[in-house]
């Protein structure tokens, strides 16, 4: 059973802290592995992806992926209230990296102004 | 680049009547369209792989007959629900393999809400 675990949540933090959020996955063939940020009753929204081990950062976001580990987090640095919502983690399913993704159940973040 | 538009963005119709829902690619030609249903405070699922010209692969668990899936052309991917029933309500989101868009990342549409009554 090919898996994406994520803690649920809610994850509180008040603003300006940083939010931490992971991911683990069962499949280790899968090569593509995504952050999504959705917003009650929209369509999800690309944050980050990231392919290679290690640290990718967009302004506030880094992604970071240990795939011997199979996890994958994501850290939000100084929270803002809008960033409030549930975060999605996504996995491509292998084989081949252009494959439908495996989703997480989500984290809700709540950020506490 | 990949952009898709879906139509309608909502609807809602009675029991036992069919929806179809319209997945437009905007600025590429779609070769191929994943299908995902989001049931309410649940994550995506993937529901089928639609290809421009051949059938449609279907999910284990999803029923090929009551969720008829048309890739008419390079532009479009159309998901008809059939007798529809309540329990079909949910957000349902087409998006083609990353590949296709100009930054090869994974992108989502704006989506089709579907209530049934």
């Known amino acids: 059973q090919k898996e994406v675990e994520q803690n649920s949540g809610p994850l509180s933090v008040p603003e300006g802290a940083i939010a931490s959020l992971n991911c683990t996955y069962s499949?280790?063939?899968?090569?593509?592995f995504f952050w999504y940020r959705q917003y009650s009753g929209k369509s999800p929204e690309l944050i980050m992806s990231?392919?290679?081990?290690g640290d990718k950062e967009d302004g506030r976001f880094t992604a970071q992926l240990n795939k011997a580990s199979q996890y994958v987090s994501l850290l939000i640095r100084d929270s803002q209230p809008s960033d409030s919502a549930t975060y999605l983690c996504?996995?491509?399913?292998?084989?081949?990296?252009?494959?439908?993704?495996?989703f997480g159940k989500g984290t809700r973040l709540s950020v506490i102004a | 680049g990949a952009v898709v538009s879906q139509h309608p963005s909502w609807v809602i119709c009675k029991s036992g009547t069919s929806v179809k829902i319209e997945c437009r690619s905007l600025?590429?030609?779609?070769?191929?369209m994943f299908w995902y249903r989001q049931f309410p405070k649940q994550s995506l699922m993937l529901m089928a792989t639609?290809?421009?010209?051949?059938?449609?692969?279907?999910e284990q668990g999803v029923e090929k007959d009551k969720f008829l899936i048309n890739h008419a052309s390079l532009t479009l991917s159309t998901l008809t629900v059939t007798s529809a029933h309540p329990e079909d309500s949910s957000f349902y989101i087409c998006?083609?393999?990353?590949?296709?868009?100009?930054?090869?990342?994974?992108?989502f549409g704006p989506g089709t809400r579907l209530t049934v009554t």
């Open positions: 996504a996995v491509n399913r292998p084989p081949g990296e252009n494959t439908p993704l495996v």
């Open positions: 499949d280790r063939g899968s090569q593509s």
């Open positions: 990231i392919y290679s081990n």
């Open positions: 600025d590429f030609q779609a070769t191929t």
């Open positions: 639609s290809n421009e010209g051949s059938k449609a692969t279907y």
């Open positions: 998006t083609p393999p990353k590949d296709l868009a100009g930054d090869n990342e994974q992108y």
